[in-house]
């Protein structure tokens, strides 16, 4: 009894604080089908005396576009250190930091969509012609982190690849090979996520937001979250019940949560499960000062999503 008290006020706590930072819940995602500037409507860059200055919305858009661009290009990231990309927007001074470049590339899905603010000449986005079948009655995407998935990953390496080559065709073939370089590298990345989880017990786990819609769907797994909305959206008490009971009756030891987020309502279901610890699950819509520093890049960050995923999935390792 006492513990169930101190639960549910925790729960207040947290939920009484979501209030305070989120007064009105606001959908940040819109449909894929809003306005954008297609890669088919790209044409070369006007000035070619300097390299192409590129603009990448957070990461790891900007680890696709590093990889592809190499030294054809002058790369920097919009988004800064530490910051998730779901709540940002630019100031001022960073749009017109962006609309100096030649490109800007983002992701698309609703997840950077105050990209309708900035001008610059040129747009790629990267999640062009993907099918974004997480949606809801209204067609509002509710999962844009179609880059967990590896095989959707190539498709957005793809289209900056193909955007690129249109806008600096002098480089063509450079950017072209780099990107073949970096598409077999997601090959093995998917081979790599088989070859782990074909020997684990169990098919379901507990993420903060539903952020692993596309790699659950890829690799047969059932996600949970704890947050149906995106990371900011209030997380009730009602809603922590929900999850807590959805842990107890799958008997999962596991609760994951986010490098660049809370960790209390991860931490709360974990104590009310038998055995119950939390790990990272990452994301990666964003690296810590440290990784930044130490060179952490997507491939160490989905290799470090794959060693916690087999622990709470129990994998034969």
């Known amino acids: 009894m006492i513990l169930s008290i101190l639960f549910y006020s925790l729960c207040q706590d947290l939920y009484a604080q979501s209030q305070i930072s989120n007064p009105?819940?606001?959908?940040?995602?819109?449909?894929?089908?809003?306005?954008?500037?297609?890669?088919?409507?790209?044409?070369?860059?006007?000035?070619?005396?300097?390299?192409?200055?590129?603009?990448?919305?957070?990461?790891?858009?900007?680890?696709?576009?590093?990889?592809i661009g190499g030294d054809m290009i002058q790369s920097s990231i919009l988004i800064p250190t530490g910051i998730e990309p779901h709540d940002f927007e630019p100031t001022i001074n960073q749009i017109q930091t962006v609309d100096s470049a030649d490109v800007l590339v983002y992701n698309g899905l609703g997840i950077d969509n105050w990209i309708t603010k900035i001008n610059t000449a040129h747009k790629i986005d990267a999640s062009e012609g993907l099918n974004a079948s997480y949606t809801d009655r209204r067609n509002m995407t509710l999962d844009p982190h179609v880059w967990l998935d590896p095989l959707l990953a190539k498709k957005e390496v793809e289209n900056i690849r193909d955007g690129l080559m249109t806008i600096d065709p002098n480089n063509r073939d450079r950017y072209f090979n780099n990107a073949k370089n970096f598409l077999n590298v997601l090959d093995n990345l998917d081979k790599t996520i088989k070859t782990n989880l074909e020997s684990c017990k169990k098919r379901d786990f507990i993420t903060f937001h539903n952020s692993f819609s596309y790699f659950a769907k890829q690799y047969g797994l059932n996600q949970h979250s704890i947050s149906n909305a995106g990371p900011e959206a209030e997380v009730t008490p009602t809603r922590l019940?929900?999850?807590?009971?959805?842990?107890?009756?799958?008997?999962?030891?596991?609760?994951?949560?986010?490098?660049?987020?809370?960790?209390?309502?991860?931490?709360?279901?974990?104590?009310?499960?038998?055995?119950?610890?939390?790990?990272?699950?990452?994301?990666?819509?964003?690296?810590?000062?440290?990784?930044?520093?130490?060179?952490?890049?997507?491939?160490?960050?989905?290799?470090?999503?794959?060693?916690?995923?087999?622990?709470?999935?129990?994998?034969?390792?």
């Open 24 to 67: 009105t819940l606001q959908l940040y995602f819109h449909t894929a089908n809003a306005t954008k500037n297609s890669i088919n409507e790209l044409s070369p860059a006007t000035n070619s005396s300097h390299k192409l200055r590129v603009v990448s919305s957070f990461f790891p858009i900007d680890e696709f576009v590093k990889k």
């Open 241 to 317: 019940v929900e999850i807590i009971n959805i842990g107890k009756s799958l008997d999962l030891k596991v609760i994951y949560s986010e490098e660049l987020m809370d960790s209390r309502y991860a931490s709360v279901v974990a104590q009310e499960i038998a055995h119950g610890k939390v790990l990272i699950l990452s994301p990666i819509e964003g690296l810590t000062k440290y990784e930044q520093e130490v060179g952490i890049g997507y491939i160490d960050k989905m290799n470090e999503n794959i060693k916690n995923l087999t622990v709470g999935l129990e994998c034969n390792q």
